[in-house]
């Protein structure tokens, strides 16, 4: 699955801090995980900020010094050609703020 998260000093602790930014991103070709098994995920990890398991795909960064980018590119059909691709989501983690946001 596709994942961008948040990462606090204490997990699932609103209070606690957002130190650093988290980005996984899926396999190629391997099967995703179910929608009920997606969601149970989502609702134990609240820092979550977006969690995607229906497509395959990768992740392409951009890391420039004031900022960083992340851009899920991902097909419903991972042994289709490669016009099938398109940008499933894409966030931005700023110079000296921790948590990445959605673009």
């Known amino acids: 699955m596709n994942v961008a998260a948040q990462l606090r000093l204490l ?48 992740a392409l960064l951009d890391i420039q010094a004031q900022a960083a980018t992340c851009e899920f590119r991902s097909t419903p059909y991972p042994a289709g050609s490669r016009q099938d691709l398109s940008l499933q989501a894409r966030f931005q983690v700023e110079r000296g703020r921790a948590g990445p946001l959605k673009l």
């Open 11 to 58: 997990a699932n602790n609103d209070a606690s801090p957002v130190l650093a930014s988290e980005f996984v991103t899926t396999s190629i070709t391997s099967r995703g995980l179910s929608e009920s098994v997606l969601n149970a995920a989502r609702t134990a990890n609240p820092d979550l900020v977006y969690a995607r398991a229906d497509e395959r795909g990768y």
